[in-house]
Structures are given as C-alpha cells and as structure tokens.
C-alpha cells in the first residue's frame, strides 16, 4: 500500500513558477508501481495526464500542454517526486494529483493505469 501526499500549491500569476512535491509514505517505487505521474482536473474538465516520470528517472513524459515549461523530477531518497512548473498559463488553473501505479509508456496518461491517488493540490493561476 502506497499512500500519496501532494503539496506545493498555491495561486500565481501568469509567468510565475511554482514546484509541486508528492510524497510517498514508503518507497515510490515497490512491486506494484514503476511509475509516478502527476494528473491535473480543471473547472469543468476531464482530468488529464501531465507527466510522468520512471524507476530511475531516466525515462519521463509530458503533455504537449506543458512541454518545456514542466519538469518532472524524483527525489527516492525522500519517496518525493517533484513538478516544477515554470512559465505558468491561466489554463494550468487545475486540482494537481500525483498517482502511482504499473504504467506502460505508451498510454502513460490513462487514469487507470494508476493504482495509488492522491487528495490533490490546488494551482491557481491568475493574470
């Protein structure tokens, strides 16, 4: 059992950066997870994959969305997988989850290759 814990949120301005933490209660990566990928939900959307980062940190995806301006991170000294989010959009207005699970790369956003969520983190972005 993996429990998730984000934090790091806040409101911002456009432009503004802001770095996400979604902390594991045990080791991020166990049997049951190679994976840990941070979800975002906004006012009246579906919720959508952001990125997503693999065992070792060699290996990491984006959305189109936040390309170059995300950056996805791991730190599997503290169980802590960051999202530093730079350059922000008042479209990046969102609920931010963090969720852990065995995904395969190529569909790395689908939801329910996630077995671990978390409660989320709110991201307001404001001009």
């Known amino acids: 059992q993996v429990q998730l814990v984000e934090s790091g949120g806040g409101s911002m301005q456009e432009g503004e950066s802001l770095t996400l933490s979604c902390t594991a209660s045990?080791?991020?990566?166990?049997?049951?997870?190679?994976?840990i990928a941070w979800f975002r939900q906004g006012p009246g959307k579906e919720r959508e994959g952001v990125a997503v980062i693999y065992i070792g940190g060699a290996i990491t995806s984006y959305a189109d969305s936040v390309k170059g301006r995300f950056t996805i991170s791991e730190d599997t000294n503290n169980n802590t997988v960051y999202l530093q989010m730079n350059s922000l959009k008042l479209e990046d207005t969102a609920m931010y989850y963090c969720?852990?699970?065995?995904?395969?790369?190529?569909?790395?956003?689908?939801?329910?290759?996630?077995?671990?969520w978390g409660q989320g983190t709110q991201v307001t972005v404001s001009s």
């Open positions: 969720a852990a699970g065995v995904s395969a790369s190529n569909f790395w956003y689908r939801e329910n290759m996630y077995k671990y």
């Open positions: 045990g080791p991020t990566y166990n049997y049951d997870t190679n994976s």
